[in-house]
């Protein structure tokens, strides 16, 4: 997950505002039920301390999710009466909660906003196709391409006028799939899109994709059903949440390996929050990984003004000489780190679900930009 859209919040000191709330239900009720979910959220904000001003920002800016459509929820970070940063998310949170503390509590976003995988839809007949983007926040038209439409069916004679129309309806049909291919192409070349799925006969299908262009192959999936089918949502949703725990397992599987140390004696990641806050500390973090529940996410590190002022120990940052000092989560402390320095971050979930495979140490580790 790049990390560059959290800029905002570390350009501020704190205390902070986090909110998290869903949005994916709607009824008739919706509107009322919302109102009262705002109200809660400002009062356990007060309830931890935080200032009016600030309470009052964040229950206005929820209270105008009243008629949201939103379909999974939306996360909030306030300070001094003012919401800084209020992205839409991914996947509906477990329950709406409120947080205030020294940092913002990003680490959630790692799940709710994190891998949203982007998809290119190509509804593909003989005539041309249409492209639809997908994403977890939507869908929306990503153009079309038409190609030849005459001739465009065989007949069944066996007559020699009527092989060589055949051959022109081959030739047709070759001719719109290379035309498809093209222009899939050029969409996920403009949209960046993660995904490329094929939706038509198998035939057609198959056409295109035989003419895509091989650095393209591993983006590319087809869906059984087509268009008219309630299930095509489905395989569009199990193909965008294959790709997301491919990517978790690429990546863990990486930070395992190198977590073992090399010819020179040392490793390429590291785990356990003393080794990670030395890390952070020299910008030497590349990726950060995290599994939510790991028991290091929530334990209590000391933090300064800058993001590399970071320690296990208070008095570590005096040592450094660090003035100011507040205690923070260590999952928070990291990622405000990684977003200072460029890095990148991951939850590790997907990975750890799906195959039983092992994850950092207390749910925390990070490859090594070196060792």
């Not at 990503?142 to 007949?155: D, E, I």
Request: with cysteine; aromatic share 4%; charged share 30%.
């Amino acid at each position: 997950m790049d990390l560059a859209f959290l800029h905002p919040l570390y350009e501020h000191p704190g205390p902070w505002a986090s909110v998290y709330v869903d949005t994916s239900r709607h009824t008739e009720a919706t509107p009322h039920e919302r109102h009262l979910t705002a109200t809660a959220m400002a009062r356990e904000l007060a309830s931890q301390g935080a200032d009016e001003e600030t309470c009052l920002a964040v229950r206005q800016a929820l209270d105008e999710l009243q008629h949201s459509r939103e379909p999974h929820g939306r996360a909030l970070f306030a300070r001094a009466g003012e919401v800084v940063l209020d992205p839409p998310l991914a996947r509906s949170p477990d329950g709406d909660r409120a947080h205030w503390a020294p940092l913002p509590h990003t680490a959630p976003l790692l799940e709710l906003v994190g891998e949203d995988p982007v998809c290119v839809v190509a509804y593909i007949d003989r005539k041309g196709a249409a492209f639809e983007l997908r994403s977890a926040l939507g869908r929306g038209d990503a153009g079309s391409v038409t190609g030849r439409t005459w001739p465009l069916h065989r007949t069944s004679t066996a007559d020699w006028s009527e092989r060589h129309f055949q051959l022109k309806v081959q030739n047709t049909w070759e001719h719109n799939a290379a035309e498809i291919a093209d222009a899939l192409t050029v969409c996920q070349e403009e949209t960046r899109a993660d995904l490329l799925v094929l939706v038509g006969e198998d035939r057609e299908r198959r056409a295109v994709r035989e003419r895509l262009p091989e650095r393209l192959d591993a983006l590319v999936a087809e869906a059984p059903h087509g268009s008219g089918s309630r299930l095509l949502d489905e395989d569009v949703e199990r193909v965008r949440a294959e790709h997301v725990r491919q990517r978790a397992e690429q990546e863990l599987e990486r930070f395992l390996a190198a977590r073992e140390p090399g010819a020179d004696g040392r490793a390429g990641a590291v785990e356990g929050v003393p080794a990670l806050v030395e890390a952070a500390r020299e910008h030497r973090i590349d990726e950060l990984l995290l599994h939510p529940e790991g028991p290091d996410a929530h334990r209590e590190v000391w933090i300064g003004e800058d993001p590399d002022q970071i320690a296990v120990r208070r008095t570590e940052l005096t040592v450094l000489g660090e003035q100011n000092s507040w205690s923070a989560r260590a999952d928070d402390a990291l990622i405000r780190s990684a977003v200072a320095t460029g890095a990148a971050a991951l939850a590790v979930t997907p990975a750890t679900e799906a195959s039983g495979a092992e994850g950092p140490v207390g749910g925390l580790g990070a490859l090594l930009r070196w060792a």
